[in-house]
């Protein structure tokens, strides 16, 4: 009986921080605060001035740690060199301007309420980086991630997720145990943070890649996941064994694997983990929030909500009115981007593990940011009541709402239009919805019929006449909500034909395992008749170049097999001219003998002769 009463004690706290989150994160995202304050309620009400479940939220907090590492690692992902250079003016212009202002601004508005310089610049820099999460979901909720003022706004967020590994290296360089080191120790740590950081960089650019190959061919998907859990946790013990941040480690793993080729796999195996420590990070956040110390500094708290959240709506409505925004755009972003966010809970730990911040004043900061963040989606309501949104304008253009066409169509771009001629010269009762205003008045002059909707939102799916077409063609050229739309229609409207435009070979495969009755790559087509047409242009005969693009055909349609069972490099070695693999031998035989067209050349032919008689 002993040791079940030991074994369920040490079960207890387990069962009640998956309990607390399991209950107050559906009820907050119910009421529009969002899953991050649901985990914060969820700590506060188990921790130590709560029911007492947990009375030691540090110990939790170590270990919830790994959750932020995680989630650098993730976002390191999706810092693809392409990406970050198309949106470089923004990011790096309007981003680095804005965050840079607002830090000057609420460091000294700190220093006016009587804060230390140092402790200052803390809290200025943590209030600094906005809440992704909340931002990104009223984003997504309204639609408006693509749009050019969404644009403006993700490239800040990119460029405040960049700025955390600088000012959590920032934290440790200022710490006060820092002062009594001595420039040759200090010469010495940078020395080796720099080789820790290049020999980072050259495993990630070397090996990396090599190593999941070789596992991915072993067809073994639990030793990928710990691979990748290796290369984070690795990574991250690596950078914190050199002095630096365990964060940055991982994230800069992250950058490293961002043009990998197992990339998105990697990030579906760290995914639950990242989102099972993080939630328990912010509940260990929570629980670390002192009740007592807030009752006896409360007035100061409501001081420093209020000042910083004002000083930092004024400071991103004055950058982006002096960039050119319109009213309503920048105050928009000010008001969406006003709080404080996660980071900061990240930044203030850091602060108070090197000795920057004592417990009291974490706490204070801590209460600070969360309270500017349960005042957002409340700001929010009062901004879309006091200045309604500002809807596209409409002019000659219909709503799509109570429609019943016989095909529906979602997007009308340059693959639209061709898909929608043979339907319309049969006559079939076409419904082509789109969310681009300028498209839609453009083709009204020339006699096509479109109705204003966005076809990730289910409601207008519906209204556009999901329920009742017969088939359902997604022609949109965005992979990401090409997908979310076709979830929701072989959820919603299995009866319905799914017929989806992909984007490339692994988004083909997606689609397939999702279930849609046909997709085909957006230049798949038009890129075989491409190749046809070369070769008949150099001289080959015209059999043979449909010969050819035959046997091509039926390479790629083998490859796309393998990869639909195996993964998207699975059937790599089909490829004609693939370095990875077996070169593929022809299925037809060639009508003529192969001619060298250069010396190099010839000398490969001579040697291939006589493996081939």
């Keep these: 009986m002993a040791g079940e009463a030991a074994h369920g004690f040490d079960l207890f706290p387990v069962v009640g921080i998956l309990a607390a989150g399991v209950v107050a994160v559906p009820i907050f995202k119910r009421i529009g605060l969002g899953s991050v304050l649901g985990y914060l309620a969820a700590g506060l009400a188990i921790g130590p001035f709560g029911l007492a479940v947990i009375t030691h939220p540090e110990t939790i907090l170590h270990t919830a740690e790994l959750g932020v590492v995680m989630f650098l690692f993730v976002i390191g992902l999706e810092m693809q060199p392409r990406r970050l250079w198309s949106l470089r003016k923004q990011i790096f212009g309007l981003g680095v301007l804005q965050v840079g202002t607002c830090a000057a601004l609420m460091t000294g508005a700190g220093i006016l309420m009587g804060l230390p310089p140092t402790i200052a610049l803390i809290a200025g820099l943590g209030f600094v980086l906005t809440s992704t999460a909340i931002v990104f979901q009223v984003l997504e909720e309204r639609g408006e991630i693509s749009t050019p003022a969404g644009q403006k706004m993700v490239s800040v967020l990119l460029l405040e997720d960049l700025a955390i590994v600088p000012l959590l290296a920032l934290v440790a360089f200022i710490a006060p145990q820092a002062e009594t080191v001595t420039m040759g120790q200090r010469m010495t740590d940078i020395a080796i943070a720099v080789g820790a950081l290049v020999a980072l ?49 991982a994230f800069l793993a992250g950058v490293l694997l961002s043009e990998s080729t197992f990339r998105h796999q990697l990030e579906a195996d760290i995914e639950p983990f990242r989102g099972i420590l993080l939630g328990l990070f912010f509940i260990a956040v929570g629980m670390s929030l002192d009740l007592g110390v807030i009752g006896q500094n409360y007035p100061f708290i409501i001081m420093a909500v209020i000042v910083y959240m004002v000083v930092k709506f004024a400071g991103i409505y004055a950058i982006a009115r002096l960039l050119r925004s319109s009213h309503g755009e920048a105050l928009e972003r000010s008001v969406l981007m006003a709080q404080g966010g996660e980071f900061a809970f990240v930044l203030f730990s850091a602060a108070l593990g090197v000795g920057i911040l004592d417990a009291e004043m974490n706490a204070i900061l801590t209460t600070t940011v969360i309270i500017s963040m349960v005042l957002t989606p409340i700001a929010i309501i009062g901004m879309n009541r006091i200045m309604p949104r500002q809807t596209p304008d409409l002019d000659g253009v219909e709503i799509a709402d109570g429609l019943a066409g016989t095909v529906l169509i979602i997007g009308f771009g340059r693959f639209s239009q061709i898909v929608s001629q043979p339907l319309l010269a049969k006559g079939v009762d076409v419904t082509i919805i789109d969310n681009d205003v300028e498209m839609i008045q453009a083709a009204a002059r020339f006699g096509f019929k479109i109705y204003y909707g966005d076809g990730t939102r289910p409601e207008i799916l519906h209204a556009a006449g999901a329920s009742t077409a017969t088939a359902i063609l997604v022609c949109i050229d965005r992979p990401a909500d090409a997908t979310v739309i076709a979830e929701h229609v072989k959820s919603e409207y299995p009866l319905a034909q799914l017929y989806v435009r992909a984007f490339d070979r692994e988004h083909a495969v997606e689609l397939v395992h999702l279930g849609v009755d046909y997709q085909i790559r957006e230049m798949l087509e038009s890129a075989f008749v491409f190749g046809y047409e070369t070769l008949v242009a150099l001289g080959v005969d015209e059999q043979e170049a449909a010969d050819i693009l035959e046997d091509v055909r039926e390479r790629d349609k083998a490859r796309f097999e393998l990869d639909i069972a195996g993964g998207v490099r699975e059937g790599a070695a089909l490829m004609i001219g693939n370095a990875e693999g077996p070169k593929p031998t022809p299925s037809f035989t060639p009508r003529q003998k192969s001619t060298a067209l250069n010396p190099e050349a010839q000398e490969i032919l001579q040697k291939a002769e006589p493996a081939e008689t």
């Design 201 to 249: 960089v050259l495993v990630g650019r070397f090996l990396l890649n090599p190593l999941f190959r070789i596992l991915a061919n072993a067809h073994a998907r639990e030793v990928m996941t710990a691979a990748a859990l290796l290369v984070v946790l690795g990574a991250a013990l690596a950078m914190n064994m050199s002095g630096l941040s365990m964060a940055m480690g």
